[in-house]
């Protein structure tokens, strides 16, 4: 991981708490109208895993494409990247996220997903009457009340995650983990941006790494707007 890199999910990282922090103390306005985002709607996109998620991404490729253009900014006399004053402007990119949102929230939907690969094809025990069929509520006995027909595993809970209408499952990517805390990409992928139906993403779990003994590839659920520019490697439904 190149000087560059490394500081920009720093930064990320950084400057995504500096800004949540402050965000509940100041006002976030829509980019377009210039309305105030109510603060249960800030709070509410703000804890979401994937909101945040996207957020730090978009400050990360917003400081690599800064300092790719002007290399020698915020440096130290050490020559090493530091935090500067006009550095927090990247910060804002929780506002224009979050203002966004709030401009759209009438086509703004939620849905629950698995807390592994991140489908929603997911079920939960349920509590039926055997001589009517009516449903009197969720059976919540045990810590695996919930199974997800994607990734085929049991789960003590699901997430709730926000998104516009448009957004629908667009097919499924492999990864797994370096042992250091980084993600990787299943070797059989062609590339980070390539999605795969169901089928070959579970042929890939299930069939031996190129890279031999890893057994620790999980399935991705990929969204629309997930991946940037994704390249689609099947036809049809991508739960074929």
């Known amino acids: 991981m190149n000087k560059i890199e490394k500081f920009a999910i720093a930064m990320s990282e950084l400057l995504f708490d500096l800004r949540y922090d402050d965000a509940f103390c100041t006002e976030i306005t829509c980019p377009n109208t210039g309305t105030v985002v109510p603060d249960e709607f800030k709070d509410k996109i703000l804890d979401d895993e ?21 290399p020698d ?17 990247y910060a804002y990119q929780v506002d224009a996220w979050v203002g966004k949102l709030y401009e759209n929230q009438n086509e703004i939907k939620t849905v629950w997903v698995c807390t592994n690969c991140g489908s929603d094809n997911v079920q939960a025990k349920m509590w039926v009457n055997v001589n009517t069929n ?11 009340e919930y199974w997800c027909d994607d990734c085929e595993q049991h789960h003590s809970k699901v997430k709730e995650r926000t998104m ?24 059989d992928m062609e590339a980070s941006f390539c999605v795969y139906n169901l ?22 659920t990929i969204w629309t707007d997930d991946v940037e520019e994704p390249t689609i490697m099947f036809e049809g439904d991508p739960r074929l």
């Open 164 to 187: 516009m209408p448009r957004q629908k499952i667009i097919g499924y990517q492999v990864e797994g983990h370096d042992g250091v805390g980084h993600h990787i990409m299943h070797p």
């Open 50 to 70: 994937e909101n945040k998620k996207k957020i730090k991404e978009e400050i990360r490729l917003d400081i690599v494409h800064h300092l790719t253009e002007r």
């Open 134 to 144: 009516k449903v009197s509520g969720e059976a919540m006995e045990d810590d695996d």
């Open 73 to 89: 900014d915020w440096k130290n006399d050490k020559g090493e990247y530091e935090y500067r004053v006009e550095t927090f402007d």
């Open 199 to 220: 089928a070959e993403a579970k042929e890939m779990i299930h069939g031996e790494a190129k890279t031999g003994g890893h057994d620790g590839w999980q399935l991705l």
